[in-house]
């Protein structure tokens, strides 16, 4: 079976730094995979919130993870500070797919790569809705093109 090359940072629009924690690391002397997902949903949702996309409390439209997957290429432990890198992917009526990278330091390849993909749901009754024009308009910004 091939394997796809690693993605660079230049394949991300977006960078996020995050320092891992001494608890990140499992028995066998690296971040646990689990943690990876943490930092990526941390990642995907810091945006929206930093970009004024996102209200926790009041938003009336939310995404909804329906779907991750993530490769591994090395390892991360503490402490090492990582950086997550963030990219549109594919942009739906109602979904978005991120792709996400997770960065040692200031390694050109990803130590991780992952999707992560949201639906847009009306909050009042967890619906697929339409991604609304302004959270579009942020999203095309960060848009990997072809």
Known sequence: MS???PLTRA???WFMPI???????DPFGHVNNVVYYSWID???NRFLIDHGLLDI???EIIGIVAETGCRYFSEVAYPDDIWVGLAVETLGRSSVRY????FRGDA??????AYFVHVYCARANMR?????DHIRAEMQKIQRQP
């Not at 320092?19 to 690391?25: I, K």
């Not at 792709?99 to 997770?102: L, N």
């Not at 050109?108 to 790569?113: H, K, L, N, P």
């Not at 697929?128 to 609304?132: D, G, H, L, N, W």
């Open 3 to 5: 394997r796809a090359p």
């Open 11 to 13: 394949d991300f629009r």
């Open 128 to 132: 697929p809705t339409p991604i609304p």
């Open 42 to 44: 941390t990642a995907v």
């Open 108 to 113: 050109e390849t990803v130590s991780a790569e």
């Open 99 to 102: 792709a996400c990278g997770i």
């Open 57 to 59: 409390a009041t938003s």
């Open 19 to 25: 320092t891992t924690r001494w608890m990140d690391n």
